[in-house]
């Protein structure tokens, strides 16, 4: 593939010998550059088939700000001896059940938030999640709290 040019005979004209053959010493780049066009054509290829996730075709609607509701706010505080508050009266978290619907009965906000201290069981919060979806309730909400600079420092 590449192209001399020289004496007739391959030896060096300078020297004036002719049949000895001399060292090319430059680097020959067109199997470099056949190389990186065909990785650059597979790069091409299979980059868009590495894109992850489900096509879904979203739906487009324009949406307002949710209103305010002057009603304040269902907030279950589940303690970690798995005592319930609900709107600042004590309840036990297995009687959520029954006094949840009568909570949301005259209510046009169907949404419960959830507070639980850190040492809470998973299974009272599943218990304070099952009243909830027992009540009708279509939302949930679980209040965590912002960490400090300290904790942020210590990495938790």
């Known amino acids: ?45 299979t980059a868009p088939l590495m894109t992850q996730g489900v096509e879904v075709n979203l739906p487009r609607v324009s949406a307002q700000n949710l209103a305010q509701l002057d009603e304040e706010p269902v907030i279950v505080t589940v303690t970690a001896d798995n005592v319930c508050h609900v709107l600042d009266v004590e309840i036990p978290c297995l009687d959520l059940r029954d ?11 169907q949404s419960l938030f959830i507070r639980g201290d850190v ?3 998973y299974g009272a919060l599943m218990e304070v999640l099952a ?11 679980l209040i965590t709290e912002a960490p400090t600079s300290v904790e942020e420092e210590e990495g938790g």
């Open 1 to 45: 593939m590449g192209m001399s040019t020289g004496g007739g005979g391959g030896g060096n004209p300078l020297d004036g010998e002719p049949g000895v053959q001399t060292v090319l010493s430059e680097i020959n780049v067109t199997p470099f550059v056949d190389v990186m066009l065909v990785l650059l054509v597979i790069f091409m290829v």
């Open 99 to 109: 006094k949840l619907p009568s909570i949301y009965e005259n209510r046009s906000d």
């Open 119 to 121: 040492d809470t069981t």
């Open 131 to 141: 009243a909830g979806r027992a009540a009708g309730i279509i939302s949930v909400g």
